[in-house]
């Protein structure tokens, strides 16, 4: 077996930095738009009864178990038998969205239902109308209840959108799938990229940290 | 004409009866206090009372006013015109302690921020929570809770003011405060209405005293010195005036239930 020669991949790094950016941006547009989607899922769930709250708990059902990139497939495949064209990266970000928005939805669903009860009435006897109450009350008691789930969240969806890469986009996986094709050090440009998101998820952590501090501090 | 005037009310959970033609009368400054054993009733009536609960029948006159609470659309004049404390308080736990006080007084009723906060600076003052302002309802002892949802609700400018158990919380120097601020409240022209298991505070604070007992009312009466005048009520106060939540001692007074001078 030959020795690891990082030399090939190191001098490629720029290169592979790059992707990083990529990653960052797929998954910070799928979870910002699913995040926008679970709360209008779950505020059908919490808001009405009989078919529209079942067609909310259906779609997580569904989509928390179906394999993401089988969604992600099928996004990029239906949409163009459907007539519309979009580019890899928008069917990536599209399929990381609907998948965001199903399991966000439960996160927030659960934060929903840990909401003291007496807050609804607080609430309109203050004066307070449903979007009101939501928009000022609830769901800023949810954000901020359920923050370390949804910050862990984003972080996986940092590590999934490795699966942008078998689209051919160039996230961070696409372009060591790149170096690797033409160095043919794979295991090398592997280890190095495997690092960086290591890296990502670690400064992520950091990151989310002095957020959720900032938010007990902002009162 | 009172200028309060609830007649008829019933109630009903299922087949149970919570409350039956159950009626007030109440005028403007007055404090009315509701008394009862636990499940008589005291708190669905102050809930019907700002349309939390519907109602069977029932109709509430408020200054000539006459509005039919069993009607949909009755609880929103209900709470235009009543503020509630809840025995739970449901401060905001996200919100400090300011912005739960000037969140409704600026999103509903759409006056400045600079004058919400100025307003609540005051009230907290005058309820010994000045320096409470930014901080968070949970860093909050249970008196500070209840006098911060106190003024939540002043904020809202209500002429008909609802607590549910205003003093269960508090230590008896507060409960002594809190007394003396609801009686300037009365004496500007607020009418309260109280649900309280502390005897002391009833018969010292109260202009009138409902008992009820299963859903009813079995005795209207005065407080303020008068509450022995009903037999009824004096009874209740008696065999409650030893209840650890009554806020009054059973020996300082022949009756058993301690008037606090405030």
């Known amino acids: 077996m030959n020795r690891l020669d990082f030399h090939p991949v190191l001098v490629r790094l720029p290169y592979l930095l790059g992707g990083v950016w990529i990653t960052i941006l797929i998954a910070a547009l799928a979870f910002g738009l699913g995040l926008s989607l679970a709360v209008l899922l779950v505020v059908v769930r919490f808001e009405n009864r009989g078919v529209w709250r079942r067609m909310s708990r259906g779609y997580s059902t569904a989509l928390t178990n179906t394999p993401q990139l089988s969604q992600i497939f099928a996004v990029f495949y239906c949409l163009p038998l459907m007539g519309v064209m979009v580019s890899p990266f928008l069917s990536v970000v599209i399929g990381m969205t609907l998948n965001a928005a199903a399991y966000l939805a439960d996160i927030l669903g659960a934060g929903m239902s840990r909401v003291p009860s007496v807050y609804h009435e607080v609430a309109l006897t203050l004066g307070l109308n449903r979007r009101q109450t939501y928009l000022r009350v609830i769901l800023p008691h949810v954000g901020r209840t359920m923050f370390p789930a949804l910050a862990n969240h984003f972080q996986i969806m940092i590590l999934g959108s490795a699966m942008a890469s078998i689209f051919g986009v160039e996230d961070l996986t696409g372009r060591a799938y790149d170096i690797g094709s033409t160095t043919f050090r794979i295991l090398e440009v592997m280890l190095v990229t495997g690092a960086l998101y290591a890296v990502l998820s670690f400064a992520l952590a950091g990151i989310f940290m002095l957020c959720r501090r900032g938010l007990e501090r902002m009162v | ?262």
């Open chain 2, 1 to 262: 004409m009172p200028y309060i005037d609830v007649r008829d009310v019933c109630v009903r959970h299922g087949k149970t009866e919570t409350l039956r033609d159950v009626g007030f009368t109440a005028e403007r400054g007055e404090i009315v206090s509701f008394i009862g054993p636990s499940g008589s009733g005291k708190t669905t009536l102050l809930r019907t009372l700002i349309g939390l609960q519907s109602v069977e029948c029932g109709r509430m006159t408020v200054d000539g006013r006459m509005v039919n609470m069993s009607e949909p659309g009755s609880a929103k004049v209900l709470r235009a015109q009543a503020a509630i404390v809840f025995q739970q308080f449901g401060l905001f736990g996200h919100m400090s302690v300011l912005r739960n006080l000037t969140l409704a007084p600026t999103v509903v009723a759409k006056r400045t921020h600079r004058e919400a906060e100025h307003e609540a600076h005051e009230l907290l003052e005058k309820l010994g929570l000045a320096d409470k302002a930014n901080v968070l309802p949970d860093d909050l002892s249970g008196g500070q809770k209840q006098r911060v949802a106190i003024a939540r609700a002043l904020m809202l400018r209500p002429a008909l003011l609802l607590l549910d158990e205003p003093t269960s919380a508090l230590d008896p120097r507060k409960v002594q405060e809190v007394s003396s601020l609801l009686r300037d409240l009365a004496r500007d022209g607020m009418t309260i209405i109280q649900v309280s298991h502390a005897m002391g505070v009833v018969a010292s604070l109260s202009d009138r005293i409902v008992l009820l007992e299963a859903g009813h009312v079995r005795a209207l009466g005065h407080g303020r010195g008068q509450a022995s005048q009903t037999p009824d009520i004096a009874a209740f106060m008696n065999t409650h005036s030893d209840d650890p939540e009554s806020g009054a001692s059973a020996g300082g007074s022949p009756q058993g239930f301690r008037e606090p001078q405030f």
